[in-house]
């Protein structure tokens, strides 16, 4: 966990500039479910259709796919040195194009369905996180679950109560796919019960 994976430089030859020098690795910190590391989506129709026709909608969080989560927090006094690292990573990482071309679900334990929309490739994601995860290796929750990590933007959750007579496949059927280029990653961050805001954005290396 303290370097870059070898199989991963190799996949992603936009990073091979990070195997000539050592690799930082944060030191242990505390962590907050009040920051963490996403890609923006934009917003759209579309989106605030989607989420107006579940019983919960998002309402915290920006349309975003996290990468990161739960984070440092961003306003403690590692904050330049953890913004400088992740510069340095997201200067060799290349921009990339994603599609979210489906709707999925999964079921909570309390009952409830949360709703996402998911990528069709989630490759580029899943290289990103990968780095992230050895950079920042205690704040890899989110490829902790039994299928790892799996990209995705939560639109909303349909609740235990409504759950059985809430038509998915109908629902899912209406949705188009949404196209854009990922140019930056962000830090988002949020105080007290407010809505997350993004508190610093990094540059990707741009393609060509």
């Not at 070898?6 to 962590?31: D, E, I, Y």
């Not at 340095?88 to 599609?99: A, E, H, N």
């Not at 609740?159 to 496949?169: E, I, R, V």
Request: overall charge positive; charged content about 20%.
């Amino acid at each position: 966990m303290l370097a870059f994976k070898f199989r991963f430089a190799v996949s992603w030859p936009g990073l091979r500039g990070l195997m000539s020098a050592p690799v930082q690795t944060q030191h242990l910190l505390r962590k907050t479910h009040r920051s963490a590391l996403v890609i923006r989506v934009p917003h759209s129709p579309q989106i605030e259709e989607f989420k107006s026709g579940l019983s919960t909608k998002e309402e915290r969080w920006m349309p975003h796919i996290n990468l990161a989560y739960p984070f440092h927090p961003y306003d403690c006094a590692t904050q330049p040195n953890t913004a400088h690292m992740l510069r340095r990573l997201c200067l060799d990482t290349p921009s990339f194009t994603v599609k979210l071309s489906r709707l999925g679900r999964f079921a909570q334990r309390s009952g409830r369905h949360l709703i996402y929309a998911a990528p069709e490739d989630e490759r580029p994601f899943m290289r990103v996180q990968e780095a992230l995860a050895d950079m920042f290796p205690d704040c890899a929750d989110v490829s902790h679950y039994a299928k790892g990590y799996k990209p995705h933007m939560i639109l909303g959750a349909v609740s235990s109560g409504q759950s059985d007579a809430f038509d998915f496949d109908a629902f899912a059927s209406h949705w188009h796919p949404i196209t854009f280029r990922v140019d930056t990653i962000s830090w988002a961050m949020r105080r007290e019960n407010g809505p997350f805001a993004i508190g610093e954005s990094f540059d990707l290396l741009t393609s060509h």
